[in-house]
């Protein structure tokens, strides 16, 4: 344990922010360039867990567990999103036999 | 220190292959690798309750549901829609812009000073359960139901309808 501790020191909290914004800048090209449903909700995911790490890295340099509690929230509502979507994915496949977002343009009016 | 470098090298590797592979399937498997650099990222913050929770409910549940409706629909390299390559390019671009953005402000800022652990027990389970059933409780009750309706709608939405209408 102290070991762990011992690395985690002389990480400098701007590179935690730097790192998870280019997770977040990662997820967000996913879903401008991909046109497969399932793989824009992957991108998703990826964009919640890049907030959740930095929440957890500010929670510990503040020594407030409160931000763990909300990654552990974030997480919660993740879950319910995720089954929710694969619900509504699935349902569209069964309509028009396709994932692509192309298909779903009848909503755009 | 350096295993963080390591680790978020790693990360941003497998999350750039997770959006640039063709075939779903190693979409998903990439992903998973990407979660579990998460998870050592956890662990070396030393939150234990987070690396656990990621590992089972990111790992375990999440990504083997994405896996298994993409076997149910039975997707593969060769049913993957793919956009142009212009629109590819400025989406690229677009992200790239939004993550200079990002770093620019953080010039502003100038927050710099190391990460140093104030107490290095409030990411252990026995604190966070604490903190979770005293100040928390009402929040806690409500993902529960946020939970359940969830649970219902995806039942709903997936559920055959009936042909007689």
């Known amino acids: ?109 | 220190m350096t295993v963080f470098y390591f680790v978020a090298f790693l990360s941003i590797f497998f999350a750039l292959m997770t959006i640039f592979t063709k075939n779903p399937v190693h979409s998903v498997l990439y992903l998973v690798i990407t979660f579990f650099t998460f998870t050592v990222h956890y662990i070396l913050l030393n939150a234990q309750f987070l690396a656990v929770v990621n590992f089972i409910v990111y790992m375990g549940a999440i990504m083997v549901l994405f896996l298994f409706v993409l076997m149910l629909l039975n997707l593969n390299k060769d049913t993957e829609p793919m956009k142009s390559n212009l629109v590819k390019f400025m989406g690229v671009i677009a992200g790239c812009c939004l993550l200079v953005t990002f770093l620019g402000v953080y010039r502003v800022f100038e927050i710099s000073n190391p990460l140093t652990v104030i107490n290095p027990e409030i990411g252990l389970v026995k604190n966070l359960g604490k903190v979770l059933f005293n100040e928390f409780l009402l929040p806690f009750e409500l993902s529960s139901l946020l939970l359940l309706t969830a649970m219902i709608g995806a039942i709903l939405l997936a559920k055959k309808e009936p042909k007689q209408i």
């Open chain 1, 1 to 109: 344990m102290e070991t762990v501790v011992q690395q985690l020191q002389g990480v400098p909290i701007n590179h935690y922010l730097i790192f998870c914004t280019i997770i977040f800048a990662i997820g967000v090209m996913g879903v401008l360039i991909r046109r497969n449903v399932i793989i824009i909700m992957m991108s998703i995911e990826l964009m919640l867990n890049a907030v959740n790490l930095l929440l957890a890295a500010f929670s510990v340099q503040h020594g407030d567990s409160s931000g763990q509690v909300f990654v552990f929230f974030i997480m919660a509502l993740a879950a319910a999103e995720v089954a929710v979507g694969l619900a509504i994915i699935i349902m569209v496949y069964r309509n028009t036999k396709s994932v692509d977002i192309d298909s779903l343009n009848k909503l755009r009016w």
